[in-house]
């Protein structure tokens, strides 16, 4: 079998740091990205063409493609041109939900608080392609930020000598203001700093290679970013009522994206987790990336785990924090809710991962390597900056006057306590 059941009590440390401390592999090539960022910030357009003409073998005429968008997007296919619009239109539905409401309220001591929501101004979004295509990507990227109110959405998304038509043609439905055609590190440069073509943003965001993860993490800082990514996660949390072969899908379904996928299922019943092992066995064969998913299979932090009780598959599955938890138990809701780090939870057996990652309308724009334990995936909050509001009354500064100039005291900052203390003795005054 490609994967052996194993049981959680059994792990021991190697085995634990695996699964618990996984990462996006960026080390290994931050010395490279950190040439090619300085490169692109200090000669723009001609080290984004020379980087380009190096890794992705092509010569870029105009690096701005975003007419050809347009015109990629007349000339889809009904079909996908459809599914494309009814996909769009279900992410900005959930994601409409999203946006943030103004408020200020008054309170009875003269105290008047609130809090405005403003989108960032100008973002960049990365979109994974070349000749493969990623449509999805570029509705999860795009929609929320337009969504949000963002004046300049731009998108840089890999070069190749047909850009697929179909990326293409969502990211032009999906409403970007500019798209170019670069990829990789240099791409996050040129979006970080600008070039002689393309605007600098000031937040970046998007799923990408480990070149594209390592430039976010050499440029955070100088531009904002949403986080860092690495390869795609699954853990299915099955109970005996699960079908193993639906659980093998969604374990073959990870496994498909990337060689160092990581993929998981964990359940508290032995037969569940001999037969689940055995379905993906079976279903290997008949999978086009095979190659990539046995892979996949392959990586320390995958697996077929048994646990003891339904409560310890939960806390493995909290301590691990997946990006996607798919749970197909009769208690799931329950399961859910006892489960506090995920990046997306999919519940019952009539909810593919798959129906997050194109349709259903939630992000799949995710949070990696355990980032679900602080953080969330894509959402119009990504786009937006927040900024308290507030109005004192006379009555209400001198209210509160005695705790303002009684901490800055503490804190020996006179000037503080002084610019409370002369509008009281003024107010005092008239």
């Not at 960026?26 to 980087?51: N, T």
């Not at 990539?292 to 299979?297: E, G, H, K, N, P």
């Not at 798959?354 to 724009?365: C, E, F, I, Q, R």
Request: proline share 4%; glycine share 8%.
């Amino acid at each position: 079998m490609s994967m052996d059941v194993r049981k959680i009590a059994d792990l021991g440390p190697a085995d634990r740091t695996a699964f618990f401390e996984r990462d996006a592999g960026i080390d290994e090539v931050a010395a490279d990205v950190r040439e090619i960022v300085d490169r692109v910030r200090e000669e723009g357009d001609v080290a984004v063409r020379e980087y380009t003409s190096e890794f992705d073998n092509v010569s870029v005429g105009n690096l701005e493609v975003t007419d050809e968008c347009e015109r990629a997007y007349d000339g889809l296919e009904e079909g996908i041109r459809e599914a494309i619009e009814d996909a769009i239109a279900n992410v900005r539905e959930f994601h409409e939900a999203q946006v943030p409401e103004d408020w200020r309220r008054e309170f009875s001591d003269g105290r008047e608080l609130g809090r405005r929501f403003r989108p960032i101004d100008r973002v960049g979004v990365y979109v994974p392609g070349g000749s493969a295509a990623y449509p999805s990507s570029a509705i999860m990227g795009v929609v929320p930020a337009v969504v949000a109110g963002v004046e300049h959405v731009a998108v840089v998304t890999p070069p190749a000598d047909e850009i697929n038509p179909a990326t293409l043609g969502a990211i032009h439905a999906a409403g970007a203001d500019a798209v170019y055609s670069v990829g990789g590190a240099q791409a996050i440069a040129g979006l970080a700093y600008g070039t002689e073509t393309i605007d600098r943003v000031r937040k970046i965001v998007g799923p990408g290679n480990r070149w594209v993860t390592a430039a976010k993490a050499e440029v955070r800082g100088d531009v904002e970013i949403d986080f860092l990514a690495g390869p795609s996660e699954v853990v299915v949390v099955a109970d005996e009522t699960a079908d193993p072969e639906l659980v093998a899908t969604e374990l073959l379904a990870q496994a498909e994206h990337d060689p160092n996928a990581s993929v998981v299922a964990v359940t508290d019943d032995e037969p569940t987790a001999t037969a689940v092992a055995q379905a993906v066995e079976d279903q290997i064969d008949a999978r086009e990336r095979e190659d990539v998913i046995r892979s996949a299979l392959e990586h320390d932090a995958s697996g077929v785990l048994l646990a003891r009780s339904m409560s310890e598959a939960i806390l493995f599955t909290e301590e691990y924090a997946p990006e996607h938890l798919a749970i197909v138990a009769d208690d799931d809701e329950s399961i859910g809710e006892r489960i506090d780090s995920a990046g997306s939870v999919f519940l019952g057996p009539n909810t593919p991962v798959a129906a997050g990652d194109y349709a259903s309308g939630t992000n799949h724009v995710l949070p990696t390597n355990g980032g679900a334990r602080v953080t969330g995936g894509l959402s119009v909050e990504t786009f937006v900056r927040s900024t308290t509001v507030q109005r004192l009354s006379a009555d209400g500064l001198a209210e509160i006057g005695d705790t303002i100039v009684t901490l800055a005291d503490a804190e020996g900052l006179e000037a503080h306590a002084e610019s409370v203390r002369k509008r009281l003795e003024d107010d005092d005054d008239r």
